[in-house]
Structures are given as C-alpha cells and as structure tokens.
C-alpha cells in the first residue's frame, strides 16, 4: 500500500496535539441505539476545523451512523455532539451549517450544472447577484466552467462528482460530510479525484469528514483516520501511525497486507524482547519500549515491504528464517512472495520489480530467506 502525505512535513497540521485548541465536533459518549441494536457505543471523539477526517471500517461497523447523527438524520440515544460548542442535538438538518455530499449525487437531471450548483442558495434566498458569483466561483473551483449550461447526463461520472462537491459547497457549510464520495468512479479516476479533493479541501480551509471502506482513500486524503469495528472507535490517529504503529490485531489486520505471528515472550531486556513462536525457529528479536513480562502471549506483525528476500542466508541481519516460494502475485511494479515455512505457514515478502519479469531473481518452489531488522515489525500485546 502506497501512503500519500497530505500535508507538507514543514507545514505539519496537528491541532489535536496542542491542548490550547478546542474541537470543532465533539461526540461526548455518543451511543446510538435502533431498537435492541447498539450501532454506536458510548463513543467520544474530537474532530478539528481544518481537518480532514476519515472514518473508516467495514460495512456495520457504525460509521454511517456517525454521519447521519452529524447530518441531523439520526439523534443519538445517549451522549451529547456538539459544533463550534453548540449541542446539536435539537437543531433539524436544514438549520445546521453541515452539507452532505452523497454517494449518487443526487443531482437535479432536469436542471443544468449551474442551476444545480444554484440550488440550495435560492432556497435560502440569497440576493440574486451573489447567488450568480458564488456560483460562478464554485465552477471555477471544480473547473467546470465551461459545462454550465449542460445537462448532468452530459458529464461523465467525474464531472458529475465535481458538480455534487460544488453544490454541497456553495452555501460555505462549516462541516462538509462526504459519504463514499468516489465509489463510483474507476480506480484511476479516484486516485485523480482525491487529489483534487485534498486541494480543494485545503484551498477553501473547510472541514471535511469521509466515511469510507477504501483503505487507500482513507490513508491518502485524511490527516487523521477513526478506525472502527462493532460500534466502537478501535484506534484514532494520523495515516503513518495507523500503518506503522497499529494499536492492536484489528488494526493492524484490516489497514494493507500484513504478516501475523502469533507467540509468548521468552525474554525481555531494555527496549527489545524475544517472540518465541514455533517449535525449531529460533525467537525473533523484536525492538519494543512499553515494557512486558516474559510468559505474555504476544503477536508481532510485519508488512510484507519490510521483509527482504534473499537466496543467499544473509548475515548480520536481526532476524531470519528459511521456507519455500509457495506462490507468487505479480502486479507490476511489485512482486509479492508468498513464502512457505518450516512449521506451514505462509509469510508475505514484498519487492520492487527492479527488472523485467523474465528476469526476476526467484520461481516458484524456490528455497530462500527471509530477513527484517528488529525495529521493521510491531509487538501486539494481548
């Protein structure tokens, strides 16, 4: 998995580390209940002005709700969500400075681009002349311009996205909800389009919230990312830190491939352990600095590009073990090694296909080593 930065490392964004700054959403032990079901529970979160915020997590996991609550659409059973510290609990979804920008569009297909754009500004009657130039302004932001006066059946499926961003924009929300805003469009235009988000989102200073299932999308746009399971908030933090420093299995599961070796701590000693995990292998070297006991069952996980293939037993490594290429995924400019070892299990190594593949250094069936230092993988206490 490729991680884009969003944010310039000499302009870092980080509010929730500064505890002068106050949210601009809070959920204060928000639960939502639909009959017996608990959808949401007893979450508290913060969400700050500027940011772009990614819930992410697979279908049921809540994130849905969260949004609708946000949007006004569901009230929560228990708890408080406040905006610009105003409970909104009472404020209906038409009163309330949030836009919401659905998966379909819901574009008006009798109404031209600028009249849907104009839409939601007439309804609030505003004065005509500056109805014409916030729309105007809104064409030239998602650069389309030139497509006023068409028809949205005469856009494809990315002007069609642009023009739902625009409209949901023009009445200058505080809060922009985008609920799976790209998945309708195909890969490459996705990954175009939320560039395009990003700067969109960074040139107007707006607060964006996704809810998304991609895990790219969500590593890629957002500068903090709520991963949830079960109606509960499982880990919150910026894209690097979901990925290199996953809080628990879940996460480190569910965000990319990852290698997961189940074991016991045999030792410990200042900031590193020992994994003892299968009968035969010699117990992997782990750096660790939160302190754990010897006897712990533990689990390390590794991400495939931080394990290096060799033919050769490599020397001065921290950690090393033999197996089988049991199979192999090509996807262009990577190469993904599905290793069999001693004890049966498969472990994913990853490389760049630095030469064409008729060339490649390892075939099926092949004999080699696997190699990583002992700060690549995570220790996942139980």
């Known amino acids: 998995m490729n991680i884009s930065p969003n944010k310039k490392p000499s302009a870092r964004f980080a509010p929730w580390d500064d505890p002068a700054q106050k949210p601009l959403v809070r959920f204060g032990n928000v639960t939502k209940r639909f009959g017996s079901f608990t959808a949401i529970d007893n979450i508290s979160l913060d969400i700050y002005e500027r940011e772009f915020f990614a819930l992410l997590g697979p279908s049921g996991c809540g994130k849905t709700t969260m949004m609708r609550m946000l949007a006004g659409f569901e009230k929560p059973s228990e708890g408080t969500i406040s905006l610009g510290g105003e409970d909104i609990a009472d404020i209906p979804p038409y009163k309330r400075p949030v836009n919401m920008m659905f998966q379909s569009y819901a574009l008006f297909p009798h109404m031209t681009v600028e009249a849907n754009i104009a839409f939601g500004l007439k309804q609030d009657k505003w004065p005509k002349q500056q109805i014409s130039e916030r729309v105007e302004e809104m064409l030239s932001l998602v650069q389309l311009t030139k497509f006023a006066k ?5 856009l494809s499926g990315g002007q069609r996205q642009r023009v739902a961003l625009a409209r949901s924009l023009a009445k200058k929300p505080k809060l922009l909800l985008l609920d799976e805003p790209l998945g309708a469009l195909d890969k490459k235009l996705r990954e175009k389009t939320q560039f395009e988000l990003m700067d969109i989102q960074e040139k107007l200073g ?4 996704i809810v998304t299932h991609d895990q ?11 991963v949830m399971d079960d109606g509960k908030l499982i880990q919150v933090a910026t894209p690097e830190v979901i990925y290199e ?3 628990c299995r879940y996460v480190a599961d569910f965000i990319g491939d990852v290698n ?6 045999s030792t410990t000693a200042e900031e590193m352990v020992k994994l003892s995990w299968a009968e035969g292998q010699g117990d992997i070297d782990i ?6 006991s010897a006897g712990e069952n533990a689990c390390l ?3 495939p590009e931080k394990v290096h293939v060799t033919r050769e037993e490599p020397q001065d490594v921290d950690n090393k073990i033999r197996g089988v290429i049991h199979d192999i995924a090509y996807i262009g400019n990577l190469s993904t090694y599905y290793v069999k070892l001693g ?7 990853q490389e760049s296909n630095r030469r064409r593949l008729a060339n490649r250094e390892f075939t099926w069936d092949d004999q080699v080593w696997l190699s990583w230092r002992n700060t690549a993988g995570v220790l996942l206490q139980k």
């Open 287 to 292: 750096s660790y600095k939160n302190g754990c």
């Open 206 to 209: 707006m607060t964006f919230v």
């Open 245 to 247: 420093y996953p809080n």
């Open 301 to 303: 996980a590794i991400r």
């Open 343 to 349: 004890n049966g299990q498969i472990f994913r190594a």
């Open 260 to 265: 997961l070796v189940e074991g016991r701590i």
């Open 150 to 154: 068409r028809k949205p059946h005469q």
């Open 216 to 226: 790219e999308e969500a590593m890629t746009v957002a500068s903090r990312i709520a």
